[in-house]
Structures are given as structure tokens and as C-alpha cells.
């Protein structure tokens, strides 16, 4: 379901830095655990990172460890990627999608997803 709402994604040269937004007014974001995830041209849905509810823990590929970092301002109702040092295969569109249980590798486990930012990373 379409629940969710992304922002923050541009253009964006290697190496450089974006941070990306998560929110809604539908409901609490502190009660889900928040997963992003990415989608590039050609290729399968792929997991970035994930929050727990509560902020019992914080996941992240591979790929992302030690450049991205998830957050939440909880006041605001948003959880936030933080991604630095872009590189060119970061390029995709981003998801957020939030799920009732806990972090989930399958993105069937996030029942409300928003509809996407765009990032490329480009010189």
C-alpha cells in the first residue's frame, strides 16, 4: 500500500553526499521498523538498510557499510538515510517501506511503501 512518502533524492557527482527522507501522515513511524531499499534499471529490488522499531538495531548491505547510516527524528515523524561518499552504482530509485514485525531481507515483509526518489551519481 501507498502510504509513504521519499525526498531528498538529485543528482549528485561521486563521493559526494544526500540525505534521503521518510514519512507519512498516516501513522507512527516509531512503531515499524523502516527498511530502505533501491531499485536500478534491469535489476531486482535490492535491501540497503533497515531500522528496527524502537531503534533496537540498525542493518545495512555490504555494499552501503560505513558510508550510510539510517536515523529517526521521531518528533518529526521521519527517518532519514544518510548516504556519503556516492559512488556511480548507488544510482537507483529509493524505497522506503515500513513493516509491523522486524527488519525483513524480503521486501514482502513491508506492508506500506512510498512511491520512490530518484538518485544518480554522476560526474
Known amino acids: 500500500q501507498l502510504r509513504l512518502v521519499e525526498s531528498g533524492g538529485d543528482l549528485v557527482q561521486p563521493g559526494g553526499s544526500l540525505r534521503l527522507s521518510c514519512g507519512t501522515s498516516a501513522f507512527t513511524l516509531q512503531y515499524y521498523a523502516i527498511g530502505w531499499w533501491r531499485q536500478a534499471p534491469g535489476k531486482e529490488r535490492e535491501g540497503v538498510s533497515c531500522i528496527a522499531a524502537y531503534n533496537v538495531s540498525t542493518y545495512y548491505t555490504d555494499s552501503v557499510k560505513g558510508r550510510f547510516t539510517m536515523s529517526r527524528d521521531n518528533a518529526k515523524n521521519t527517518v532519514y538515510l544518510q548516504m556519503n561518499d556516492l559512488k556511480p552504482e548507488d544510482t537507483a530509485i529509493y524505497y522506503c517501506?515500513?513493516?509491523?514485525?522486524?527488519?525483513?531481507?524480503?521486501?514482502?515483509?513491508?506492508?506500506?511503501w512510498g512511491q520512490g526518489t530518484q538518485v544518480t551519481v554522476s560526474s
Open positions: 517501506g515500513a513493516s509491523p514485525h522486524n527488519c525483513d531481507a524480503d521486501y514482502e515483509g513491508y506492508n506500506y
